[in-house]
């Protein structure tokens, strides 16, 4: 069987079905990831990160994803319950993106210094998605 079978043909009669609606707990997952990615990005993009680096499962290689079309497959994911897939970038450089736990950790960071710099700031220990 090849990666092609299992698609309908235009005799067949029959779609592709539709995945299942995700769940309100996943649904408040994806917007979570969606607000944290805005975050990322806006500390990261000025010193030069493109975007996230994510291990892909299917095919056990790395895939080098920019701001922007992060942010559309999350959105795809809220809307369609699934994502497309897109054509990755020619030739990354892996220095310009960064994991998600990476980025999450920088926010961290740079939260935990700003609360330091506040007047009568001390560290409580919060994660960014705690927020």
Known sequence: MGPFDDLPGPDSGST???PPPL???ERAGVL???AELEVFR???EPTGIKGIVVDCPDCDEEH???WALMQA???QLLEEGQTGRHEPPFDPDPDDYVSWDYASGYADGVAAMAERE???GGS???HARDD
């Open 73 to 75: 497959n999350l959105r």
């Open 64 to 66: 080098h994803v920019d």
């Open 42 to 44: 806006t500390l990261l």
């Open 23 to 25: 769940t309100m707990e």
């Open 124 to 126: 409580t220990g919060r």
């Open 118 to 120: 506040e007047p009568g």
């Open 32 to 34: 979570d990831d969606l």
């Open 16 to 18: 592709p079905s539709d």
